[in-house]
């Protein structure tokens, strides 16, 4: 039954498989991240987000990241844009990889605010593409080094990434899955109403069905496409729909930015080899196996093939583990949440919240209303106001700075309103605890009040 | 095998859940929203609202300049409490469009120039500093006597030197009928100066809207910078400066209560409430469109969130009662009448979370003046 879809043989970690699909999948990727990193340049956001803030969210474990001043967030932009570049053309591609994982995720590890999906996608796969052959062949590295030339390489390093994305898809499926997304289509019904201005569909924005149409069908794209993609005779129609459905979602959400591009290119992995081979046969200068003649280092092997294949194993399962880690807390997930992030939930809820807070000394004689604008960006503070996490780093940061402005004993109390989904906006936090003297922890916030339907 | 049964059960989910959806009737009464006219609102507030709007402070500031040249003619208590007059009309009918800021409003930074509010980045922690509505009068000082000045400057002391901070000092200000009487060439030259580069921006500005009209009503987009965006930002934008600058800060809200009562708007002219009341009244015209029925209000209600309306207008309401209850100059009141801007505050803040919160998220908009990725 599988050997129709797929051949089963594949599975075998070290089975040889072409290596035309690293090599293209190597080009897109460099490219794209490389023209990213110029966008992101381009619309002013290293400025925005990485020089202007004051006071920046730290992820827990990496207090220690910090941006590195005007020049060193700008030379830092360079030397990943040039590792991406690097990657293209496959020149020190080794070096050029660990350099690319270790900046992009530097700059995203600086800030919470700017978490995206889409961003921890691009880390793992700069991860991943470290300790993946994908120089060995139409690469600068070859032309340097030909003895490093390989053919073909182990079915697992293509296997990985096809894990990769296959996560990503059914995740973000299964996070659809809820009574918001499928009995209410929310948040749709917020936010296709606010899309009349497109042409020809516009008129349909303001239909409940539509909405109800792109939830469901959201949800089942997300859930099944992977299995359309592995399945050879569906592949092309399937690759289609990755087309068009990504398009459509750049088209309805430019504010999702590279993401819809991202997921394209890389959904190109799912193709066969020869297809692959097709593909480079129209770059300039490239020569299939069949032109070169050669006996000898056909298929690469790696070093540490069984260590590498328990690391593989090891890092699968935090994979499958850690967008389930939600399931250990309790409440509405996307009230609290507390395990919300790094588990492919993508555009799933429309979230706002203000936030009032008030800073008092011990004997609470003194009482000052913090202005969030004096600290935190409109982007920083918007993103502040519905996530608990951020919400109590900022508290710590308030008890901080008011204690350098003299106060005695700062406690801070927040006084916040979030609305979810189309919701009235409701009490977020307890404003009768003092924040301050909370601590930042894995286990579930008791100050969160429960979410009221 | 698999595939093919995941497919159907899929089908089978949709059939059964409309089925489902038509027997039960659900619970919300009307679920598809009436198809509302987006460019008929946004024409309607060009044409009703903001357009007529500028116009009328052109003439307001006509008025005041043919006020203004007859007490620089001839200062006196009579031609003074003219310019008074005029003046309160001015700076009234501009809290009535202060909402506009997009467009050419934007591009001519209106705000920044005529009444400027120190932005909302600036904490209050001394007097000393220029913030929220001060005045500088050591700059306009140093202006009268050198004689040379550049209105266009950026700084804040530029901007604290003109505009209505520096017609509330040149006409109202203590002394200042007496203090026409040494050095008057350059002290008129300057008050001149001032009220003609007012007069000159709005000009600029009015004139600016027959051009930008036809953009602002055909893009009914709701991202960062669109007509609809900017719109609401710019409610939560105006309640923002009334719970800070113009009425928290002074009363002391961010400094433990320390009371900052030369940083009211409009000080010396002493109308700070009266200019509060008519922003926040303007704006509640503003959001129901002049109750024209193509409003803001409007929107929301064909949004199927008929009862967030009816709240936001309560709390409008509720808000403008409390003002009322203070009296000007509120410079005075924020101590002899304190319980009572306590009082409106709190009304203010719960407007600000129903327009900031609420508001934005039922109309899929951004309380956010930058565009970036998110997901």
């Known amino acids: ?453 | 095998m698999k595939k093919r049964s995941l497919i159907i059960a899929l089908t089978v989910g949709i059939v059964v859940f409309y089925a489902c959806k038509k027997s039960t009737s659900g619970p919300e009464p009307s679920p598809t929203p009436g198809a509302f006219d987006k460019v008929a609102m946004l024409t309607d507030y060009a044409d009703k609202i903001i357009i007529p709007g500028y116009s009328t402070m052109q003439q307001k500031i006509l008025a005041l300049q043919v006020a203004s040249d007859a007490f620089l003619a001839a200062p006196s208590t009579a031609t003074q409490a003219a310019v008074k007059t005029a003046y309160t009309d001015v700076h009234l009918q501009y809290v009535r469009i202060a909402a506009f800021q997009f467009g050419p409003a934007e591009t001519n930074l209106l705000d920044v120039f005529a009444n400027f509010s120190g932005g909302l980045d600036y904490s209050f922690t001394t007097a000393g500093q220029l913030t929220g509505f001060s005045i500088d009068s050591s700059t306009i000082e140093n202006n009268i006597s050198s004689g040379t000045y550049d209105l266009t400057l950026m700084s804040r002391s530029s901007l604290y030197s003109q505009g209505f901070p520096a017609i509330n000092y040149l006409f109202f200000g203590p002394n200042a009928i007496a203090k026409f009487n040494s050095n008057t060439a350059n002290r008129v030259k300057y008050a001149k100066a001032i009220i003609a580069r007012l007069k000159s921006l709005v000009d600029t500005v009015a004139n600016g809207w027959t051009t930008y009209r036809s953009e602002f009503i055909s893009n009914t987009k709701t991202n960062a910078g669109s007509p609809i965006g900017n719109l609401v930002n710019q409610f939560a934008y105006q309640i923002d400066l009334l719970k800070g600058p113009r009425i928290g800060w002074p009363f002391g809200k961010q400094s433990n209560g320390s009371l900052f009562v030369s940083k009211t708007e409009a000080y010396f002219a002493g109308i700070s409430t009266a200019l509060a009341i008519e922003n926040l009244s303007a704006l509640k015209n503003t959001f129901t469109g002049g109750g024209s029925g193509k409003g803001m209000s409007d929107y929301l209600v064909a949004l199927n969130k008929a009862a967030l309306n009816t709240d936001v207008l309560a709390q409008f309401d509720v808000a403008l009662a409390k003002l009322r209850l203070v009296p000007d100059p509120l410079s005075s009141s924020l101590t002899s009448h304190s319980a009572e801007v306590d009082q409106a505050y709190k009304e203010i803040q719960k407007l600000l979370t129903l327009l900031k919160t609420d508001v934005a998220s039922a109309t899929a908009v951004q309380i956010t003046f930058v565009d970036n990725d998110g997901d």
């Open chain 1, 1 to 453: 039954m599988t050997g129709r879809i797929f051949n089963i043989k594949k599975l075998i970690p070290g089975y040889p498989v072409p290596i035309a699909l690293l090599i293209t999948f190597r080009i897109f990727f460099g490219s794209l991240m490389f023209l990213s990193i110029l966008r992101f340049w381009w619309r002013g956001w290293v400025t925005s987000l990485y020089i202007e803030p004051k006071f920046h969210f730290t992820y827990t474990g990496f207090e220690w990241v910090h941006p590195p001043g005007y020049w060193g967030v700008h030379l830092l932009f360079l030397l990943v844009a040039l590792a991406a570049f690097f990657i293209t053309v496959g020149f020190l591609y080794r070096i050029a990889s660990i350099v690319f994982f270790a900046g992009f995720t530097y700059i995203e590890l600086i800030d919470v605010t700017t978490y995206l999906n889409h961003y921890y996608f691009v880390s793992l796969i700069a991860f991943i593409l470290i300790w993946l052959p994908a120089n060995r062949n139409y690469s600068l590295d070859v032309l340097l080094w030909p003895d490093k030339t390989k053919h073909f390489v182990p079915a697992s390093s293509v296997g990985i990434i096809r894990f990769q994305l296959a996560l990503v898809y059914i995740f973000a499926g299964l996070a659809k899955l809820n009574a918001d997304w499928l009995l209410h289509a929310q948040p749709m019904r917020i936010w296709l109403p606010a899309k009349t201005h497109l042409p020809i569909i516009g008129i349909y924005m303001y239909e409940t069905w539509v909405a109800y149409l792109f939830s469901w069908f959201g949800a089942a794209y997300d859930l099944l496409i992977v299995f359309f993609l592995l399945n050879k005779k569906t592949r092309p129609w399937a690759y289609c729909l990755v087309v068009i459905f990504h398009v459509a979602t750049a088209i309805f959400f430019p504010a999702i930015g590279m993401f819809p591009y991202v997921m394209i290119i890389c959904s190109l992995i799912f193709f066969s080899a020869r297809f692959h081979e097709k593909l480079l046969s129209f770059f300039p200068f490239y020569r299939s196996r069949k032109e070169i003649l050669q006996t000898t280092g056909y298929t690469y092997r790696f070093r540490y093939g069984k260590v590498l294949l328990v690391g593989m194993g090891i890092y699968i399962f935090l994979q499958v583990l850690i967008p389930l880690r939600f399931l250990l807390y309790p409440g509405n997930l996307f009230w609290n949440e507390e395990g919300y992030r790094f588990s492919w939930r993508v555009m799933l809820m429309e979230k706002s919240g203000s936030t009032y807070f008030t800073v008092k000394d011990k004997i609470h004689q003194q009482s000052f209303e913090v202005n969030n604008a004096e600290f935190l960006t409109p982007l920083q503070e918007k993103m502040m106001s519905t996530q608990p996490d951020m919400i109590l780093k900022y508290a710590h940061f308030l008890a901080r700075e008011y204690k350098n402005r003299g106060v005695q004993n700062p406690e801070v109390y927040g006084e916040i309103y979030v609305a979810l989904n189309g919701g009235r906006s409701q009490l977020f936090v307890d404003s009768s605890i003092n924040l301050a003297a909370e601590p930042l922890t894995w286990k579930h916030y008791e100050w969160i009040l429960p979410y009221k339907k």
